[in-house]
């Protein structure tokens, strides 16, 4: 390969990414994202009250979030964990109005390496793990099974993630397209590399030593078109999962 074959590849890569962080992150991806998941922040919201009313319970939000605000207009104990929140531009973030909150700084696909685990005494009531399973590139039994470390006994770990069965997947499969998004250029704001079923979250929970309290599906999002038939559960847009610590 010669030197300006170089230079010219180089440049088509640079312009993908380039693409790719105009449409991921910033304002104007944010401004999408919370429009697109503002349902789910409050539908969420609402399971995690139902399992753990009290508000002195100690919860810790996985990613930085809006959603991590309206755990902290409930709960007083309110700890976050995830990318360094000055590397971490995807367009779903938010930094400002939480920096006094404690984080623990960890990228959840280096569980697959035990001696990388956080040195954290403290154990949590309740972790919220919601829509990030799906962006792990890594087995999420790792990352699971860091997350139970943190829980006190009988703790919960609340997970929500996309349904892989969704009904639009399936037509869109139907129709010889593929329904799942491409590996991202970007690797500091990554798009979904596995999406999971009910079946494959409740083995996952009793495969790790869990009680599986809870796998159903759930509609989060607006649907013009399906909205019909969705009403069946294995049709259900996304799932959620409350795991148990013995």
Not at 20 to 39: P, S
Not at 57 to 69: A, H, M
Not at 151 to 159: A, Q, S, Y
Request: aromatic content about 10%.
């Amino acid at each position: 390969m010669t030197s300006s074959q170089d230079k010219q590849i180089r440049s088509i890569i640079e312009s993908i990414i380039t693409q790719e962080i105009k449409f991921t992150c910033g304002l104007i991806a944010e401004k999408e994202y919370l429009k697109q998941h503002g349902n789910r922040f409050k539908s969420t919201f609402k399971v995690c009250k139902q399992i753990l009313p009290d508000s002195k319970s100690s919860v810790l939000d996985i990613g930085r979030s809006p959603f991590t605000e309206l755990l902290l207009s409930h709960y007083t104990n309110v700890s976050t964990l995830g990318f360094d929140p000055k590397l971490d531009d995807g367009g779903h973030r938010e930094e400002n109005t939480l920096n006094t909150q404690l984080h623990i700084i960890f990228n959840l696909d280096n569980s697959k390496d035990f001696e990388k685990w956080p040195k954290y005494n403290e154990q949590f009531d309740l972790i919220t793990f919601c829509e990030t399973i799906e962006h792990l590139h890594s087995a999420p039994e790792y990352t699971v099974a860091f997350l139970s470390t943190l829980l006190k006994p009988n703790g919960k770990l609340l997970i929500t993630t996309p349904n892989a069965a969704t009904l639009k997947n399936r037509i869109t499969l139907l129709f010889g397209k593929n329904p799942f998004e491409k590996i991202r250029l970007y690797d500091k704001n990554p798009g979904h590399f596995r999406e999971y079923t009910v079946s494959e979250m409740t083995a996952m929970g009793r495969d790790l030593g869990l009680r599986v309290e809870r796998c159903t599906t759930i509609n989060f999002y607006k649907s013009r078109f399906l909205a019909v038939f969705k009403f069946v559960p294995s049709f259900k847009d996304s799932i959620v999962a409350i795991y148990r610590q013995n």
